[in-house]
């Protein structure tokens, strides 16, 4: 079982900057793939970036790349979510998931609450 936490969100304008956090539990968090996923009022839950257990492998949305980088500490098991550069539509509720597989979709096993980013223009 993993438990995941995420933290870091608010409400920050047009051209600022957030660093998600999301704490895991449990002594195996370094041989899973992290994904961090965003749902937007109204919409389907979108995949946003992806790490692999040891952080040589990444994939990016289209919409977030060369803004957001992801990276993870596996001492602290813990992943962050570096957003550069946000938009008003990068508004959304930000969900991370582990995985033994990296994955791009939703099949993650396990999720996060979620944390609200709010980017005003």
């Known amino acids: 079982q993993v438990q995941l936490v995420e933290s870091g969100g608010g409400l920050v304008q047009a051209g600022g900057s957030l660093r998600l956090s999301c704490a895991a539990s449990g002594r195996t968090f370094s041989s899973y793939a992290m994904g961090w996923f965003r749902q937007a009022p109204g919409k389907e839950r979108e995949f946003v970036a992806a790490i692999s257990w040891s952080g040589g492998r990444t994939y990016y949305a289209d919409s977030v790349k060369g803004r957001f980088t992801i990276s993870r500490g596996n001492a602290k098991n813990t992943v962050y979510l570096q957003m550069n550069s946000l938009k008003p539509e990068d508004t959304a509720v930000y969900y991370c998931?582990?995985?033994?597989?990296?994955?791009?979709?939703?099949?993650?096993?396990?999720w996060g609450q979620g944390t609200q980013v709010t980017v005003s223009s």
């Open positions: 998931a582990a995985d033994r597989l990296l994955r791009v979709g939703p099949e993650y096993d396990y």
